[in-house]
């Protein structure tokens, strides 16, 4: 496995080494103790959760906040997708920047989301399908969002708004300006 970090401290982009040959390939996608030893910290992820998108679906941007706040490795399985992940931590230097990132089932990357980050993506492709794994349990009453499109933030996305396929949920997420406003 390769860490390559990010403008973001803590948000690194691991690509596993990938065996091609005539049937295929093969690559290892995850290993508890080399994913340790790469991201320098002990984390334990206990859950993994799966979704399979249209193209032009974006999901996001959404986290847990308090004790139930995630840390995330998100790694596509077919398709792509543009993954965004939202700096959320307010005594970070990078608080309010966003990293967009493609993640694809070609080139294999996943991206690590530490706890603190709003996270989101849209397929690129139809049938699109994404894993991740959670180093922390869903909790409903501390699942928040902010709107994708939010004016501040200011995501490129690549496509047009008229072309966005989006959950009635994610409709009605607040600006991040709002969200802060109201915590």
Known sequence: MKRTNTFIKDCFIIEPRVFKDERGYFFESFNQNQFNDIADQNISFVQDNESS???????????????HAQAKLVRVVKGSIRDIVVDL???????????????????AKQL???????????????????NYKCDNFYHKDSERGIIYNDKDLNIDWGISDEDIILSDKDKALPTLSTYLNEK
């Open 53 to 67: 998108s249209r193209k032009n679906v974006i999901r996001g941007l959404h986290f847990q906040e308090g004790i």
């Open 112 to 130: 690590f989301v530490p706890r603190g980050f709003a996270h989101g993506f849209i397929a690129l492709e139809p049938h699109t399908v994404i």
């Open 89 to 107: 931590r307010e005594h970070s230097t990078t608080f309010k920047q966003y990293l967009s990132i493609e993640l694809s089932e070609t080139n």
